[in-house]
């Protein structure tokens, strides 16, 4: 998720050797990247040189605790996901790690299939979040592509001085024989200015589509009125 697509950096911080080495071989798998950190504040420059998507934080930490690691995490990255571990488990400690963004708090002992569940689970929240944003992201490309068409197409109608209103934009046959009409017969459309913008649109309609925006017998009918005009 951080580099490619389903690929989930997660960093440990658990300053028991033995066990942080068995949480690292339980949880690798080729799509994960795992890096171990036995002391807090490594923990926390670690995420500051480089970002993590999900953060196993044990409560009892030297330098810093899973709380304050917690904290700064979701300060430094606030898409990660952070899962307190601990042998100390209080309502207070539970509350507070809650409060403050933790995805999971986990008590010792506890099984590797719970934790496996747990990352797993943080990892497809943060990868669906992730995909949202990338889907938000192209629609407002593809609206800005069709507003810049509908200028393209605005403009095109200006240089041939077409009389009367214009059709509002090229969204339906019935438009583009109107539109057709309005051009005067003894018009030059051959002209290379001309040439250029209705390629300029034709390229634009492909795009549009392409992210099916505008449908086949639209775009048919531009392509042929286009081509014949420049042809």
């Known amino acids: 998720m951080t580099e490619a697509a389903g690929h989930t950096r997660i960093l440990i911080a658990e300053d028991d050797e033995i066990l942080g080495a068995l949480l690292r071989d339980f949880l690798q798998n080729p799509e994960r990247e795992i890096t171990i950190q036995k002391n807090g504040l490594e ?17 009892m930490l030297p330098g810093a605790d899973g709380l304050k690691v917690l904290k700064e995490a979701k300060a430094l990255h606030p898409g990660c996901e ?4 601990t042998g100390y488990a209080s309502l207070d400690t539970a509350i507070q790690a809650i409060r403050g963004g933790a995805y999971d708090y986990i008590r010792k002992p506890f099984k590797l299939e719970e934790l496996e569940v747990g990352v797993k689970n943080a990892s497809e929240k943060i990868s669906l979040i992730r995909e949202n944003r990338r889907l938000m992201q192209r629609l407002r490309e593809a609206l800005g592509e069709k507003e810049g068409l509908q200028k393209a197409w605005d403009e095109f109608l200006n240089q041939a001085e077409s009389p009367g209103p214009k059709p509002p934009g090229p969204f339906s046959e019935a438009d583009l024989s109107i539109t057709l009409k309005q051009i005067p017969p003894d018009f030059d459309l051959q002209r290379q200015d001309f040439k250029e913008k209705a390629l300029q649109i034709l390229d634009r309609l492909t795009k549009l589509k392409k992210q099916d925006l505008i449908g086949e017998d639209e775009f048919s009918s531009f392509k042929k009125i286009l081509l014949e005009k420049i042809s």
Request: glycine share 0%; proline share 5%; charged share 30%.
């Open 43 to 59: 923990a926390i420059r670690s995420l500051k040189d480089r970002p993590a998507d999900v953060i196993i934080a044990d409560l």
């Open 82 to 85: 952070v899962i307190i571990i």
